[in-house]
C-alpha cells in the first residue's frame, strides 16, 4: 500500500469534489479528468452538451511556517481547464465552479493498492486563497480549431491546505 503525495492528494480532492458537486447540481454529460490526453480523447458532442474538465496541480509555492525550522506552509496553484461545447455552457460551468469553489473543498489523503485507490481520509480543508478565470483564445477562427479547443476556459486557483510540512 502506497498513500498520495500532496499535490496528487490536492488533485484528486478537487476532482472527487467538483464530481459531487456536479452530481448533486444535477449537470450531465461532464467528465471531470486529471490529464490531458484523457480529456482530448472523450468523445465531445456538440448535440448531448458534453464537456471536459481537466484538473492539474501547477507551481507550489512554500514559505517558511516560522524563523529558525524547516517546516513550510504549501499554496499550490491548480489549474481547471474547461472543455465546453459552446459560450454558453461555457460561462455556466465557470460560474458554477467558482461559486462552488469559494469556500474550499475537503482535503482527503487517498490510499492506494495494486490497482486503484483503495481509501480516502479527509485530513482538513483547502482553503482558496486566490482565483482567476480567463477564456482561452487561439486567435484563430473557432471553425478551424479542434471541438475540444473551440471553448476554452482557464480557471487558475491558490489552494492553501492550511498544514505546516
Known amino acids: 500500500m502506497a498513500f498520495y503525495r500532496v499535490s496528487r492528494n490536492l488533485e484528486a480532492s478537487l476532482i472527487d469534489f467538483l464530481k459531487q ?5 444535477n449537470w450531465t454529460n461532464i467528465s ?6 484523457r480529456a482530448y480523447s472523450l468523445a465531445m458532442n456538440m448535440n ?30 491548480i489549474l481547471i481547464d474547461v472543455f465546453a461545447t ?8 465557470v460560474d458554477f465552479i467558482l461559486d462552488e469553489l469559494k469556500s474550499g473543498f475537503p482535503y482527503y489523503q487517498y490510499q492506494t493498492g ?8 479527509q485530513d ?7 482565483m482567476e478565470d480567463r477564456p482561452v483564445n487561439f ?5 478551424s480549431l479542434e471541438l475540444q479547443d ?10 492553501a491546505t492550511g498544514k505546516v510540512e
Not at 21 to 25: A, C, D, I, V
Not at 32 to 37: D, G, L, N, P
Request: one cysteine or more; aromatic letters at 2%.
Open 114 to 121: 495494486p490497482n486503484n485507490v483503495e481509501s480516502r481520509i
Open 21 to 25: 458537486e456536479l452530481e448533486e447540481e
Open 139 to 143: 486567435n484563430i477562427d473557432k471553425s
Open 86 to 93: 459552446n459560450d454558453g455552457q461555457r460561462l455556466d460551468l
Open 32 to 37: 471531470v479528468e486529471k490529464s490531458f490526453a
Open 48 to 77: 448531448n452538451g458534453a464537456a471536459v474538465l481537466c484538473i492539474r496541480a501547477s507551481d507550489t509555492n512554500r514559505t517558511r511556517a516560522e524563523i529558525g525550522t524547516d517546516n513550510v506552509m504549501r499554496s499550490e496553484l
Open 124 to 130: 482538513g480543508r483547502c482553503t482558496i486563497k486566490n
Open 150 to 159: 473551440r471553448y476554452r476556459h482557464l480557471i487558475s486557483l491558490q489552494v
